[in-house]
């Protein structure tokens, strides 16, 4: 009997050893997978470059963490950029970084990030008082230094800017701007810094005026990848975010930029819903998506911008969060949705004393023109019902210029933000007549597609508690006290 014990006892011993010994080669292999990783950048000052020998910036020095924290074999290379990107197309086991997700690439690759927010921005003088809330102020905010044949000349050429003076080089323009004989230079947020100090200058005698469009850089990663080894890199860059590890990193580079988050908060101006107030975004909408954020340790680093740029940011890259959008059919399955978290009436308006009535969709149809505002869901409406004579501009105040002038008959507006767009565009309430209401819609937060499904549940589960507690009430009341509340309650 004892030998009996004995030998079942080495036995059970030596399965245990083997258990063991399997479970670490599997675990070792799934850590290795199946290959070592090659990582590559290409030389983009200040997030990746060679100084004295050594490969160093901003984004290296995320990659550096992020290949400890993986326990990740391999080294950082300088590549030429088309030779990377030639690797991490054809290979497995690529990292490229810095890269830009771009609708093209988006599907190409595996991405972790973001690592950095290349933004195009206008910058004015510190003294000079200039503060942009949109567009059309921007286009009458002064002359505008550009660098010919950048890209950031291209797209102020394409919004229509008339006030750009072009110069060889961005130096040459930002002279002209401490000199005082431009107002604005536009120039990407990363290479403002260096080139400031090229002239004598710094960060501290400019501002970000406005921002006219957003990229967002990740490391790229070839599909031949593991999933696994992407995943781990992901949660490993999560927790610098929330550690505070990353915005340590991003403060030693960029120190007057936010850095990116694990959600991007975008949002557009459009009182009383959102804002710029005193430097900082505001509104109802704002206001409810900071406690949302607040309530689940999410920092507060809402950018404000160009509704197009908002919009196209949040159609491109993962964990965004555009508010506010209202929930047409257009958009249904663009986004993932939470709200609502408010309503309003989408109404024509004419110039008063025009004599101009409407009964009815089809009398608006066959007037010569309706002033409406690009991508806004009252446009998608109406070209919904088949309107032909839409005049698309991509400002609101631009609509109520043309009302005014006769270019058009009428412009569609909702309710809660007329009074605001219509004061900016410099004109009064009494100069408009409402004279048709084509239906009233509520409003939401929207959520990039691929933004996980309990990522949305939880923010809409913080919303309702919000309803709840009466924080709801207390913020909307703030911006709009006699609104009628009882429908958005119980939705």
Known sequence: MKMKMMKRYVFLSWLMALSVLLLATGAQASATDAGALRILTEDNPPLNFTKDGAITGLATEVV???????????RIRMVAWPAGYQALSERPNIALFSTVMTAERKGRFQWVGPLAVVDTNLYALKRSGIQIANLDQARKAGRIATVRKYYSEQVLKEEGFGNTESFPDREAGLRKLL????????????????ALKRIGASMDDVTNAFTLSTDLVYIAFSKGTSPKRVARWQDALDAMKRDGSFAKIYARWLPAEIPPGIFQLVTE???????????NPSGFVADMVREIAARQGIPDTIRLTSWKNAYNMALLYPKVVLFSAERTPERERLFQWVGPVGKNSAILYAKRGSGIRVNSLEDARKLAAIATTTNWFTEQHLKREGFTNLVSSPDPRTNVRQLMSGEVQLSVFTDITIPAIVTDAGYRMDDLEPVFTV???YFYIAMSKDTPADTVQAWQATL???KQDGTFEKIYRRYLPDAN???LLKR
Request: overall charge negative; cysteine-free.
């Open 64 to 74: 550096r963490e992020l290949v400890k924290r993986t326990g990740t074999a391999g």
């Open 485 to 487: 509340l009882d429908d």
């Open 439 to 441: 239906g009233q819609t």
């Open 179 to 194: 000199d005082g004989k431009v107002q604005l230079v536009v120039s990407s947020n990363t290479e403002m810094p260096a």
């Open 464 to 466: 309702d508690s919000l």
């Open 269 to 279: 101006e459009y009182p009383p819903v959102t804002f710029m107030r005193a430097g």
